[in-house]
C-alpha cells in the first residue's frame, strides 16, 4: 500500500523535532556540567558538617602587610599560588573564608632603604591569607577574636559542649625591670600590661582541663603583644582552630596557624603553617 506524500511529510517533521529537542537537551546538559566546573575551579569552598578529611600536610599563609625583600619573611611564588582569606564583614561583624584577590605592589621602606613587596585584599579587616585545604566554609563558625594572651589570664570558650582554655605562662617584668609575681600579674589588666611589658620564657597551653598540649614557646617578648586573632571551625570537623599572632618585639608579627585533626585523637591541634614578619627601623 502505498503512503501518502502528506503523511511521509508529517512522520519527517516529528523526526527531525524529535532531533532537535535530544540535541536540545544534551546542549543544556553539557552547559550545566560546563558551569559547574568552572565553579569547582574557581571556588573550592565547601558546605559540610563535622567531616574528617585528610589532614593538609602543606599550607602557606601570608599577611596583609609589607615584605622587605632582604629580611625574614619575604614571599616567593605568591602569584603562582591560589590564595583564599578570612575575613570580618564590616558591614555584619561577621567572619567569612573566600577566594582572595590579592593587590600586590611594590616600593621601597626609606627606613632601612630596602625594596619591598606590599600585599593588600579587598577586604578591609582581612586577618589571613592561606592556601586552601578540603573542609572550608564560606561561613566558618566563629567562637572568639581578638583577645590578648599574657601570663596569668587564662582564656577560656565553650565549643561543641568542651570548655577549651589557652592558658599564657612565663614572667614579666614591671617598670622597674623587677619581675612580677603571680598575684602581680594577675591584678593587672591586660590593658595595663599591652605594649608596656617584657615578658621571658613565655609559653602557651591549649587543650581541656583533662588533657592540654603546649602549642608555642617564646623565649623573648620585648614590649610585644601576644594576641588570639580568631579561633573557630575552619575545616567543619566540629574541633577548634586557631589563629595566633606572638611576636617577639614590638615590630614584627609572628602568625601561627593551627588546624584539629580529628584523625588524631592524641594531638587534635597541629600547627599547619607560621610566619614572622619583620618591619621595624
Same mark, same amino acid.
Not at 121 to 128: F, G, N, R, T, V
Not at 182 to 197: F, G, M, P, V, Y
Not at 244 to 260: A, C, G, R, V
Given at each position: 500500500?502505498? +503512503? ?20 536540545? %537537551? ?59 582569606? +578570612? ?14 584577590? *590579592? ?6 621602606? %626609606? ?63 614591671? %617598670? ?41 614557646? +617564646? ?22 582552630? *586557631? ?39
Amino acid at each position: 500500500m502505498k +503512503i501518502p506524500n502528506y503523511l511521509v511529510k508529517i512522520s519527517l517533521c516529528i523526526c527531525i523535532l524529535g532531533l532537535l529537542s535530544c540535541q536540545n %537537551e544534551t546542549n543544556k546538559t553539557a552547559e550545566n556540567s560546563e558551569k559547574q566546573a568552572g565553579s569547582n575551579d574557581t571556588l573550592a569552598i565547601v558546605q559540610t558538617e563535622e567531616t574528617a578529611f585528610p589532614f593538609p600536610l602543606n599550607v602557606d599563609i601570608l599577611l596583609p602587610t609589607q615584605y622587605r625583600k632582604e629580611s625574614h619573611g619575604y614571599p616567593k611564588g605568591v602569584k603562582e599560588k591560589d590564595w583564599y582569606e +578570612i575575613y570580618k564583614d564590616v558591614n555584619t561583624g561577621k567572619w567569612h573564608i573566600g577566594k582572595a584577590e *590579592l593587590k600586590i605592589t611594590y616600593g621601597r621602606d %626609606e627606613c632601612v632603604g630596602e625594596e619591598v613587596m606590599i600585599i593588600k585584599s579587598q577586604h578591609e579587616d582581612a586577618a589571613l591569607f592561606f592556601t586552601p585545604f578540603e573542609g572550608l566554609s564560606e561561613n566558618p563558625v566563629t567562637v572568639l577574636e581578638d583577645k590578648m594572651l599574657f601570663p596569668e589570664h587564662t582564656v577560656s570558650f565553650n565549643f561543641n559542649g568542651k570548655k577549651y582554655l589557652l592558658s599564657p605562662m612565663g614572667s614579666c617584668l614591671d %617598670e622597674k625591670g623587677q619581675i612580677m609575681t603571680s598575684a602581680e600579674l594577675k591584678s593587672k589588666t591586660n590593658e595595663e600590661l599591652d605594649n608596656n611589658t617584657k615578658i621571658s620564657g613565655y609559653r602557651l597551653s591549649f587543650g581541656t582541663d583533662e588533657n592540654s598540649m603546649e602549642l608555642a614557646t +617564646i623565649e623573648n617578648m620585648e614590649y610585644a603583644t601576644p594576641r588570639l586573632v580568631w579561633a573557630g571551625d575552619l575545616n567543619n570537623d566540629g574541633l577548634p582552630d *586557631l589563629i595566633l599572632n606572638l611576636p617577639d618585639f614590638y615590630e614584627s608579627q609572628h602568625l601561627f596557624f593551627f588546624l584539629s585533626d580529628k584523625n588524631d585523637p592524641e594531638k587534635s591541634l597541629k600547627k599547619v603553617a607560621d610566619l614572622l614578619v619583620v618591619n621595624d627601623c
